[in-house]
Each structure stands twice: as C-alpha cells, then as structure tokens.
C-alpha cells in the first residue's frame, strides 16, 4: 500500500468553477503536510503548507483531517493557469528533518 | 538564473554505460537530495546529504551512487545504466528549518536502451 495516495484524475475544471480534491495518507503518526504544483515536465513547487486549522491562500484552501487522515485541496474560480499536476505531499516526524513522502498527483484540467 | 541546476536536462544512453548526472546550487543550502520521479509513482527519494561529509542512502538507492563534492554539487552516478532507470530525475534543496520545504532543480530526463 503506497504510504500516500492521490486520485490521478484527470478533473477537467471548466474556468471558473471550482474544483477539490483528496489525498489520504496512512501513517497517523505524519505530522506536516504540504501541497506542491507541478507543470508538466517541470519542477515541483510548494504551493502551501496545510495547518491543522485549515488555511488559505488567495483561491487555494488546504485542509487536514486527522481523523480520517486526509488533506484536501480546494481552488476556487479555477484559471486557465491552475492546469498542473497538484502533489500531495506528507512527513512523518515534526523535525527539521525534510525528507517528504510524495503522492503521485492529480491532474487538473481548466477548460475554457 | 536558475537557483539549482541540473546537468544534463536529457540524456540517452545504453544498458551497462556509466552515466554521472550533475546538480548545482547557489541557495546556500546545506542538504541536498536525488529523487526520480515514474509514471504513476510520484518522487522516490534516491540518497540525501546534510553536509559535504554526510551521505545517506534514500529508499531506492541500489544501482546508484552519489557524491557530494561540496556544498554546493551533489553528484548522482548510475554505475551500470539498466532500462528500468529510465526516469525523470530531480535534484533538491532545502534548509534545516521548520519550512521543510524543498527547491527543485528543472531535471533531468533520463533514458536508458
């Protein structure tokens, strides 16, 4: 069982609209949590980190549920730019240490 | 210009070659790692380093080796090319703070006949 499992998609978003998705992970005792952006054939980059308390960035909301142990991504009025490949991202120890445990993506599509 | 680089961006290459894959950065960071990244797979963590003295072995590190030469370059070597290394493999930084984050080189793609 992959430590970190992402639906691959792809969602096809039409502009605008508003699209979530989910990534489990099945070590309860992870403790961050991160959603990375990937272009395709290009380099990851961290979108943002998901706090305990959920947060958001601009059209981005990342939630965690501990209990079902879950994160979520949600974006909202979907860009044409937001076409990428969205990774789920989790570490296991609260420690400096940064070795990730990657998801393998979900696509998303934002159709005009 | 690029903070991490990678050399080279592509590369074919014969079953049993010796291939050396290059990663610089000019971020400062002390740790730098190797992942490849397949189909369906997400990135696997290859080897890392904390430091110019410091080598550890990630979860897929049979069949290859690193080197880091110094701060700044971390050198991954595939001793004896085999086709199922044919991957697109990625370089990383980051620093020992709370961020965890990590910067990603722009890759390498790697094919192996």
């Known amino acids: 069982r992959k430590e970190v499992e992402q639906d691959p998609g792809p969602f096809n978003v039409p502009e605008g609209a508003t699209v979530a998705f989910n990534c489990t992970y099945s070590?309860?005792?992870?403790?961050?949590f991160f959603w990375y952006r990937q272009d395709c054939r290009k380099e990851p980059k961290l979108l943002m980190s998901?706090?305990?308390s959920g947060n958001e960035d601009g059209r981005f909301t990342a939630q965690l549920n501990r209990a079902s142990q879950y994160i979520s991504l949600l974006i909202r009025d979907s860009k044409l730019s937001d076409s990428a490949t969205y990774l789920c991202v989790v570490i296991e120890k609260a420690d400096s240490w940064g070795k990730l445990q990657f998801g393998a993506g979900t696509q998303v599509v934002v159709t005009p | 210009d690029a903070d991490v680089t990678q050399t080279p961006r592509n590369r074919i290459t014969k079953t049993g070659k010796r291939i050396m894959l290059e990663c610089s950065q000019t971020?400062?960071?002390?740790?730098m790692y190797w992942y490849r990244q397949d189909p369906g797979l997400g990135l696997r963590l290859i080897y890392y380093s904390f430091d110019v003295k410091d080598i550890n072995k990630g979860e897929i590190s049979d069949g290859y080796s690193v080197s880091r030469q110094a701060q700044a370059k971390f050198s991954l070597s595939l001793e004896s090319a085999i086709p199922n290394q044919t991957a697109l493999y990625f370089c990383?930084?980051?620093?020992?703070?709370?961020?965890?984050?990590?910067?990603f080189g722009p890759g390498t793609r790697l094919t192996v006949l």
């Open positions: 971020k400062g960071h002390d740790r």
């Open positions: 990383a930084t980051s620093v020992p703070s709370g961020s965890n984050e990590q910067f």
């Open positions: 998901v706090y305990s």
């Open positions: 070590n309860s005792a992870s403790q961050s």
